[in-house]
């Protein structure tokens, strides 16, 4: 048998059934530094961070700044501008990784797999035609080429473009 080592991996599942009484995204946009908090970009209504835990290289979100679980209560300015930044996320994740298509979603309610049921925020994926080898299929482990520190300097590179 082979064994992977994924530390990160121990610290999602230790972590997964705690309940800390907080909210992560709350918590990140509150922090005063947002390398350590992985918030690649700020806007007004809305910020984009990396996913802790991602799928793919450069797996980020767009959050709202406001707490809301449901996309009926975001007002239609910040809606706008979460499609707005997704635009330009896109476009900096083109420019650093050349993906071959994305995956963008909301999962809204536990039911409905989101892990933060309580504040809303959108998944940016970038995608590769065979990112999803026998790893992820068979033995339930994702290889990430890269890790966060280099992902999150080369998107602010990008999205402050």
């Known amino acids: 048998m082979d064994y992977l080592w994924t530390p990160w991996r121990y610290r999602y599942v230790a972590g997964a059934s705690k309940d800390t009484g907080g909210c992560i995204f709350c918590e990140a946009q509150a922090r005063n530094d947002d390398a ?7 806007a007004r209504l809305n ?10 290289t450069g797996h980020s979100m767009i959050v709202p700044y406001a707490h809301q679980a449901e996309l ?6 910040t809606l706008a501008e979460m499609m707005q930044l ?14 071959q ?3 963008l979603g909301m999962n809204l309610g536990r039911c409905a797999g989101a892990g933060v049921k309580n504040h809303l ?12 080898s026998f790893m992820s299929t068979i033995a339930e482990t994702r290889l990430e080429p890269e890790d966060l ?13």
């Open 121 to 132: 925020h959108l998944h940016v994926l970038p995608r590769w035609n065979g990112d999803t």
């Open 47 to 56: 910020y984009i961070i990396l996913n802790r835990f991602p799928y793919t």
């Open 36 to 42: 350590a908090a992985l918030i690649v970009h700020r």
């Open 86 to 99: 997704a635009q330009k996320l896109q476009a900096a994740l083109e420019a650093a990784y050349q993906p």
């Open 72 to 77: 009926r209560d975001c007002s239609a300015e």
């Open 149 to 161: 520190a280099t992902t999150y300097e080369k998107l602010r590179r990008e999205l402050g473009r």
């Open 101 to 103: 298509g994305f995956n």
